[in-house]
């Protein structure tokens, strides 16, 4: 492969500091808003919000830009019920016997169990793939790099730009998830990532009463 042409760095503005101050202040007040929903409303979420949002996650740094994600937007009803069914098969077994107590236990506090109705409710269901390899036109395998940690910053972008829009996520994961690739049809290069249900809260969605960590508690700054 050749080496890219260089071009001028067009989209970056320098902010004085205070409005730097402003904008880093604004956008910790956007997340800091953001709590992952299970109550969800079935109202219809227009595709095209969506369609943006997705873009915006695949502009995510990644392992030299093989951008291995592939998100598989569900919202067919038949689709999201063998999801659910499915997940929930998986769910029973996790939560009554797979599941070690020392994990069970790590999760009592959320009230999470095996029912998992929003993912037939939710207008849509994004199902987040990671391509473990990519595939050339002749049919080569061809190794990519660092998958996970690309694909785990592009579901960050999607989750962040679907609340910005004004949505509400909850990042599902049943495990194992492999009857995703038979349910949707996806090839074997390609691995479940997580479920990102996506739709409006329900008006009298609750959530857990838990908190963020303090700065003091996650960060060390070495200066
Ligand atoms: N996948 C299960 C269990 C679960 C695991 C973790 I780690 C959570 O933060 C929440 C749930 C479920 O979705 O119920």
């Known amino acids: 492969m050749s080496v890219a042409e260089l071009v001028p760095l067009d989209g970056w503005r320098e902010k004085p500091v205070e409005e730097m101050r402003a904008a880093a202040r604004s956008f910790l007040e956007l997340v800091r808003r953001r709590r992952t929903v299970r109550d969800f409303s079935d109202r219809a979420v227009p595709r095209d919000v969506l369609e943006d949002c997705l873009l915006a996650a695949g502009t995510a ?20 019920r063998r999801i659910r069914e499915e997940a929930e098969e998986e769910e029973r077994a996790f939560y009554h016997g797979r599941a070690p107590q020392e994990w069970l236990d790590a999760l009592e506090h959320l009230g999470t169990d095996e029912h998992k109705p929003f993912l037939e409710r939710a207008p849509w269901l994004i199902v987040v793939f990671a391509e473990s390899y990519g595939v050339t036109a002749e049919g080569a395998r061809e190794k990519n790099y660092y998958v996970t940690e690309s694909v785990g910053i592009a579901t960050g972008i999607l989750v962040t730009a679907l609340h910005h829009a004004g949505l509400a996520t909850l990042t599902h994961t049943p495990s194992p998830m492999k009857f995703l690739n038979g349910l949707l049809g996806r090839p074997e290069n390609e691995r479940p990532f997580l479920i990102l249900v996506v739709g409006y809260p329900e008006a009298d969605a609750r959530v857990p009463a838990i908190t963020k960590k303090p700065l003091e508690d996650i960060a060390v700054f070495v200066e």
């Open 61 to 80: 740094p990644n392992g030299a830009n093989r951008q291995p994600w592939r998100f598989v937007v569900v919202g067919d009803p038949e689709v999201k």
